[in-house]
């Protein structure tokens, strides 16, 4: 672990590589899980706004479960999450020639919102952890992703570079050049 800033960023994320390729995994990580995906605070306000947009992308089934729940829900653990579609996929999921993509990210592309997606679904395969002093950054390793590890090794590129835009997005550019730094350093320790 390296501390950068007030976070505790696991070593993994310099270490590990990783590229996303739906053509193998199909958006699987959105299919599977016991859980919706975590939100921040203000982005439930954001989802419950920006709803109207997005619905129209929605499949029949999530646009009913939404009706029912809304545009979040609090999870078993307590914590804020997107709803499931059924106890499936999130309900934010759509099919697109059997790839599972995201109707946020569809309405951000058509430009209908400005919010491209929830941070911690930006974020994956980096999982933030809370605690009442600091934020810690895990690498989440699941076998889903392994089409995805493969890539980032064959293409050579570790974690944080491959999620470059949304480590900006949350924790701003400083953040992310002192990330590239303690790449260097470790670099400069294992070629030692």
Known sequence: MVQIQDK??????????????????????????????PLEETETAI????????????????????DKTGAWVIDNENEKVTPLNNGKECIYAFFEEKV?????????????????????????????SKFQNFEALNYHSWHVC????????????????????PIIRKYGEDFFNEMVEVEKNLNNISIS
């Not at 592309?109 to 679904?121: A, R, V």
């Open 8 to 37: 505790i960023v696991s070593l993994d994320i310099f270490q590990q590589c990783f590229t996303c390729d739906l053509s193998q995994c199909e958006g699987f990580c959105c299919v599977h899980g016991e859980s919706g995906a």
């Open 100 to 128: 599972c993509k995201c109707a946020i990210e569809k309405a951000y592309e058509e430009g209908l919102t400005d919010f491209i997606k929830p941070i911690s679904c930006h974020l994956y395969p980096i999982r933030i």
């Open 146 to 165: 392994k089409a995805a590890r493969q890539l980032g090794c064959k293409l050579e590129v570790k974690v944080f570079r491959f999620l470059k835009e």
């Open 47 to 66: 989802l419950e706004e920006i709803l109207p947009v997005v619905r129209p992308f929605l499949q029949k089934s999530a646009q009913k479960v939404i």
